[in-house]
């Protein structure tokens, strides 16, 4: 098992060691490997291109689309945050069909997000789902430096950011520590608050992965696969 604390050390380290990112393999189960050498390595493929600034042009034209109108079978899912500098399809240099991508302000969960997940894995049987913060996150930053906030709606936001960030007073004061916890979190909550997805990892039909994008880089840092079912949930 995959304890919540482990993987956000391993983002930590993956995250300050920038480097040797090249360098970096994931230490992935046989069961595994097909998917890991499928959907991941082409989203860091992607990713790659994105980085060197090597993207290829997307087809966009009407053959594209006309083919798309048949039944989707995107290849993974990306649950990411709502920030507009945070588009997935272009951070790992992907096309029209390639990604079921659920965006939400600090990626947090709803029964919305949840069952957009639950669907991408149970009815598309998408293998391979990615959970990514960013630099600089503006969501992440409001739940650590508000006092008070204005109406239920980012109320619940805003508390469901903290739980995954309250950790620790030296970890509330670092911004990407925080984001770190809140991706971990997010996963953990998914994992516990849904029992198709804890299927699916426990039977080897879906990896989850978290992330972490640099903005200025354009560079994502994974870290290794969830391969049991989290413990821990923020109530």
Same mark, same amino acid.
Request: aromatic fraction near 4%; charged fraction near 20%.
């Given at each position: ?92 240099? /992907?096309?029209? &069909?390639? %990604? ?6 600090? +990626? @947090?969960?709803?029964?919305? $997000?949840?069952? !957009? ?83 699916? /990892?426990?039977? &080897?039909? %879906? ?6 994008? +640099? @903005?200025?880089?354009?560079? $994502?840092?994974? !870290? ?12």
């Amino acid at each position: 098992m995959v304890h919540s604390q482990t993987l956000r050390v391993r983002l930590a380290r993956q995250v300050g060691a920038v480097a040797a990112l090249c360098c970096l393999t994931l230490q992935v189960p046989l069961a595994q490997e097909a998917v890991r050498t499928g959907g991941l390595a082409r989203l860091k493929s992607g990713n790659e291109r994105f980085v060197r600034n090597t993207s290829a042009s997307v087809s966009l034209g009407t053959p594209t689309r006309e083919a798309l109108a048949k039944p989707q079978n995107p290849f993974a899912m990306v649950l990411s945050c709502s920030d507009s500098r945070v588009p997935p399809e272009y951070i790992f240099s /992907v096309g029209l &069909g390639d %990604l079921l991508v659920i965006r939400s302000a600090g +990626e @947090v969960l709803d029964k919305s $997000v949840t069952a !957009s997940l639950e669907y991408g894995a149970r009815h598309l049987n998408i293998p391979l789902l990615v959970v990514m913060g960013h630099e600089s996150c503006d969501a992440v930053q409001t739940a650590i430096d508000s006092t008070t906030v204005e109406g239920p709606n980012l109320q619940y936001l805003v508390k469901a950011i903290r739980a995954g960030t309250n950790r620790s007073a030296s970890e509330k004061k670092e911004l990407r520590g925080a984001i770190l916890a809140n991706v971990e979190q997010v996963i953990n909550d998914a994992m516990t608050g849904s029992q198709i997805l804890r299927r699916g /990892v426990s039977e &080897g039909t %879906l990896q989850i992965v978290g992330a972490y994008y +640099e @903005v200025a880089t354009g560079r $994502v840092m994974f !870290s290794e696969p969830v391969l049991a079912p989290a413990t821990t949930a923020r109530k």
